[in-house]
């Protein structure tokens, strides 16, 4: 009779028994999922002057809608969180959102708003946003950011994503990112008004004088150019200020 290997079947039962105690947790886990239910919800918003579209208010609506009337006391294998996500994603103000569950059962939300760069104005109607990317947002009747107001020959159609012919969009984007990001022309230009892709009207906000911006190209050498200008001249002094013409400006006194 061979002599038993206690060393080995003592080695194989340990891992055995460890086997056991990982599918236990395992099952257990699953379990505790499907009956455990939402202690609270976290619902966090990035907000700042310019984006106070959605509120925790509009978040609960959202979920509403889903069928979710409230997340509380519902059992965490319930909560379908891609359908929650989409949900929100749906929004027209939302650029980004993430719902996941902690370890302890609670449902985090967080919420990325887009970010509004200028308002196009048109002559018949309240008009439209467009956000940081070139993307186009609906009005919103609930809050009013303050950013670069655009009015004349402008449409949602220039700044389709889709369609690459549109260089038009993409380079008045482009030129109001620079007004935006510099604190002086911030400061200095509230409105742009489009006469034709080739003819932009910049309206400081001080004085009467008017900025013959020409198209939306060689935005930096432009704008450096006429920063030189008021640096050296009083603007208020002149009815029209062009800046459309290579490396030279043109000044109307009034």
Not at 54 to 83: Q, S, W
Not at 231 to 248: C, E, G, M, N, T
């Amino acid at each position: 009779m061979k002599n038993i290997d206690w060393k080995k079947i003592g080695y194989w039962s340990l891992w055995i028994l460890l086997g056991a105690i990982l599918l236990t947790a395992i099952v257990w886990g699953v379990f505790v999922r499907q009956t455990k239910k939402v202690p609270t919800i976290n619902i966090t918003i990035d907000t700042d002057v310019n984006k106070q579209f959605v509120t925790k208010r509009d978040v609960h609506a959202m979920f509403k809608r889903e069928g979710y009337d409230t997340l509380f006391n519902k059992p965490l294998d319930a909560i379908r969180l891609n359908i929650l996500e989409r949900a929100l994603e749906a929004n027209f103000w939302v650029q980004d959102a993430e719902v996941f569950v902690d370890r302890n059962g609670v449902v985090d939300i967080k919420i990325k708003q887009r970010c509004p760069l200028m308002r196009i104005i048109h002559k018949n109607d309240v008009g439209f946003y467009v956000d940081e990317n070139g993307r186009t947002m609906p009005y919103c009747p609930t809050f009013t950011p303050r950013v670069l107001i655009v009015s004349g020959e402008v449409t949602e159609s220039i700044f389709n994503p889709r369609d690459t012919t549109q260089h038009f969009g993409a380079n008045l984007v482009h030129l109001a990112k620079k007004i935006q990001s510099d604190v002086f022309w911030q400061s200095q230009i509230t409105m742009m008004d489009v006469k034709s892709p080739q003819m932009i009207h910049l309206y400081p906000l001080l004085g009467d004088a008017f900025i013959e911006f020409g198209g939306p190209e060689n935005v930096e050498e432009k704008l450096n150019k006429l920063q030189t200008f008021y640096q050296s001249h009083l603007p208020q002094a002149y009815r029209k200020i062009s800046v459309q013409f290579d490396r030279q400006i043109v000044a109307t006194k009034k």
